[in-house]
């Protein structure tokens, strides 16, 4: 049937996407018996687990698991028949597998993420920030006692890992100004005592323009393996903790073996409980794989895992030739998958939706690159509009995405939210400007001291691209993002009156001056690198803060803001707002209570693809 493109009838409902439920993070128990990982459900975490051969079973009811230190992540840990979970509020609580409700083991002060459990079960060790002060903090697995300073004396601390015998303990650390993905310092410390204190600790690798992540034991105690930078990929490397000497596994060459440190927890290796093999990812340009590693041999085998196209989270089962990991692609929204090495099959484990949809409306992504000034190229992901039910002439109207960050990226993977509007006529582009992740350090590192510059400048350059191209009607183009992304929106409207029929934005930066001053601890020096050093960038500053220049805004604009946001307080898009109302700019506005920097409630969501399919009939589809 012929319809307007952007007024196809759609089964993809805002109904439908509000009831997805977010998976994250699957890790085994040390006996490899049982399988857990997070659900995210409206606002709330809850930690699950599947034991062997059983149902799936809720181990939280009223409590809310999240890490809360910097942006999240490091939410629990299992081993030995229960698990210790960091709590929204703050606070470590454990609870065992069996009948029982979830018990405090830490005081309700600060917050807490990455607890590590003790190979005896007998300690917690775990990153502790009051949002000055951060550090590896121990306290006993019973919660009987007060908790007590074991490492102090950076600005960060992430990924505590206990040696099997329980005897040494290795960390990653660093310091302002650096963020985790610049440079960090991997340390090696001996413990003695009871309970355990550290001894004079060793720097394994990295320093101020290296980062090191995710150290792991193998679990016969003789290895230290790490992913460390290196040019512009990284490398697997692996301590042998007898000699001293260090060499390298896998040579990254024009793939990635991790993603930038935006939060505590993450996961790209792990050792098979034999100790024989390491599984890994690999991101090559926003599509993920996993490959197997025999140490003896050097043997590097990749695991088939058709259908999906990105992978994280990844947990080695110590008694079996198992994975888990959490897998999607652009048909296929998030599961936590299960490969068996046995039969080399995979088996699903949990769904994030109801996967009702025909794929028919889930299209694939085409990879498309332009030429940023100076001949640079820039990756863009587009979605073309797909609904088998009807058709359209001519071309259709465009999203322009643009993720936060702004050091991220958009992978080759499901998106709930593209979906919804190609369903509906839309073509949708994901811009991964210069500056984001997965193209090389270099390819990342071009924002420094330009942003706002630079990524609005590839914006407006997929804007023009999509038109070149015949992918889309250039009057109808819309550029949408959040956070960094939001940022990037503000100003391209700026800079580029015309060139977008209207902006989305939710919860955008709009004064960097008040967000060099009011941000949290994680980013407090963040855009010393990304814009430039105070007073003598001011300058810089005031040129790329959108709300000195808002009133140049002419393109109708949608804002959207959570009421409790820390990064990006109202304040900034309030003062946004103002000016469009100054301006006679057509605008809509909702902040919404209980939401934070990103939209987690159901009717949250429901409410803010309403609103903006409404805002895009009106101000583009239906507009002159």
């Known amino acids: 049937m012929n319809k307007p493109f952007g007024l196809w009838p759609s089964p993809i409902t805002p109904q439908l996407l509000g009831q997805a439920v977010p998976l994250d993070n699957p890790q085994f128990d040390r006996d490899g018996g049982t399988l857990f990982w997070l659900e995210g459900r409206s606002d709330r975490g809850v930690l699950v687990a599947r034991p062997a051969g059983e149902a799936r079973l809720d181990l939280t009811e009223e409590q809310s698991v999240r890490g809360m230190v910097g942006y999240g992540g490091g939410d629990y840990t299992a081993g030995r028949g229960l698990v210790v979970f960091a709590e929204r509020s703050g606070r470590l609580y454990r609870r065992s597998l069996g009948p029982g409700r979830p018990n405090p083991i830490t005081p309700p002060f600060g917050f807490a993420a990455s607890p590590a459990l003790s190979p005896d079960g007998r300690w917690v060790c775990y990153v502790f920030s009051d949002g000055k002060t951060d550090l590896l903090a121990l306290v006993d697995a019973e919660g009987s006692q007060w908790p007590l300073q074991l490492v102090k004396g950076a600005d960060f601390y992430m990924q505590p890992a206990w040696h099997p015998s329980g005897q040494k303990l290795a960390w990653v650390e660093w310091d302002h100004p650096n963020m985790p993905w ?16 550290i001894g004079d600790p060793t720097l394994v690798a990295g320093g101020p323009d290296s980062a090191v992540c995710q150290p792991q034991f193998s679990p016969d105690g003789r ?3 790490y992913i460390v930078s290196s040019g512009e990929w990284e490398d697997l490397a692996l301590l042998d903790l007898q000699s001293g000497q260090s060499r390298i596994l896998v040579h990254g060459d024009g793939f990635h073996l991790c993603d ?15 100790s024989r093999r390491i599984y890994y990812l690999r991101n090559a340009a926003g599509l993920a794989s996993l490959w197997s590693l025999e140490l003896e041999s050097g043997r590097d085998i990749r695991i088939d895992t058709t259908p999906y196209t990105w992978l994280s989270g990844l947990s080695v089962s110590p008694a079996a030739d198992e994975v888990a990991f959490w897998a999607a692609a652009p048909a296929i929204p998030a599961r936590i998958v299960r490969w068996s090495g046995s039969d080399r099959q995979m088996y699903i484990e949990a769904r994030s939706s109801g996967e009702s949809l025909s794929p028919d409306f889930l299209p694939a992504p085409h990879p498309i690159t332009w030429q940023a000034p100076g001949g640079t190229p820039v990756y863009g992901l587009f979605f073309p509009p797909a609904n088998p039910g009807f058709t359209s002439e001519g071309l259709p109207p465009a999203i322009i995405h643009i993720h936060g960050g702004p050091t991220s990226q958009t992978p080759v993977t499901y998106s709930a939210e593209s979906a919804y509007f190609t369903s509906r006529g839309y073509g949708y582009l994901v811009v991964n400007y210069r500056g984001s992740s997965g193209y090389g350090r270099t390819y990342r590192n071009a924002l420094r001291h330009r942003w706002g510059e630079v990524d609005v400048e590839d914006a407006a350059g997929g804007a023009q691209a999509l038109a070149e191209l015949g992918l889309a009607d250039p ?30 934005c939710e919860y ?5 001056f008040t967000l060099a001053m009011d941000t949290h ?18 300058a810089r500053y005031h040129a790329w803060s959108p709300i000195f220049h808002a009133g140049a805004i002419r393109d109708p ?13 109202p304040a900034q898009s309030e003062e946004i707002v103002a000016a ?7 605008y809509i506005y909702k902040l919404y209570d209980g939401e934070g920097h990103g939209f987690r409630k159901r009717e949250t969501i429901i409410d803010y693809l309403q609103e903006t399919e409404r805002f895009l009939q009106q101000y583009v589809l239906f507009s002159a």
């Not at 009057?475 to 100003?491: D, F």
């Not at 469009?580 to 057509?586: C, I």
């Open 580 to 586: 469009l109302r100054q301006g006679g700019v057509p």
């Open 223 to 225: 290895w230290l393996s």
């Open 260 to 274: 930038p440190a935006w939060v505590q927890g993450l996961r790209w290796h792990g050792w098979s409980g034999d």
């Open 475 to 504: 009057a109808k183009l819309v550029i949408e993002g959040g956070s960094a992304g939001g940022y990037t929106v503000l100003n391209a409207l700026i800079r580029y009156p015309g060139r977008f029929k209207a902006g989305v």
């Open 508 to 512: 955008g930066v709009s004064n960097l």
């Open 557 to 569: 604009l949608a804002v959207f803001q959570g009421k409790d946001d820390k990064v990006v307080p």
């Open 521 to 538: 601890k994680f980013e407090l020096h963040y855009l010393d690198s990304m814009v430039g050093l105070l007073p003598q960038s001011a």
């Open 182 to 197: 610049d440079g960090t310092r991997l340390k090696l410390a001996a413990l003695a005592g009871d309970p355990p204190r």
